[in-house]
């Protein structure tokens, strides 16, 4: 799987939150340095699990998603790229729940989107938590909400040769990096051996390999 990076131009319009400056990108973060004139630059910024317990999920409805992130959206925002672990599933029609079996409104996605984050792994102990039906709604969810993803295949593509990880490629300019999603199985708590090979899970959090040209 590949993405292209656009070539840095304005950020994307700020959300309509008010005068604080929190949905403002913080340019001042997106640095890589001088380097030389030839040299291809770009930013990623990561971020540990997208994990929240029910306690966070319940402060969410009450006061939106988006204000989960509004003390990080600034340096999200700033980067060429935001990356996160996206640690659960998102089934509408499913209670929403917290540890051990993670399942989380779909709005958490539109949020994260807004953040700035685009892209994500599914590669987790997590992701098989309401099972092939949570796998394939959390992909069509995180697909509706322009998020590209790497780790997991849908359900239905179970019977189809698979590598043993999923990369995806960034690039810009002609220079490239590759970033690798891997896990060494889904939650048995809430799936079962079983559903590993079913659902097709093939891809701990990812290794970036970064060219020496890049910054």
Known sequence: MALALPFPTSHAAALPQGGDGLDQPLLAANMCGAG????????????GDTFPHEKIQNVAEAQ????LFDH???????????????DGAMLAGSPYTGYPAFNYNPRLAA???NAGIGLVSTANNHIMDRGPEGLDATLQVLQQAGIAQHGTVASGAADQPKPAYLP????????????KALTPSPSPVATGEGWRDSAGVRASS?????????S
């Open 36 to 47: 030389d004139p030839s040299d291809t630059h770009f930013t990623l910024a990561a971020s």
């Open 64 to 67: 939106g998603y988006d204000y």
């Open 72 to 86: 990080v959206r600034r340096f999200l925002k700033a980067a060429d790229l935001a990356y996160t672990n996206f």
């Open 111 to 113: 949020a994260l989107k």
């Open 168 to 179: 995806i490629t960034l690039s810009r300019g002609g220079a490239s990096n590759e970033l």
């Open 206 to 214: 990812g290794s970036i390999l970064l060219p020496a040209s890049l």
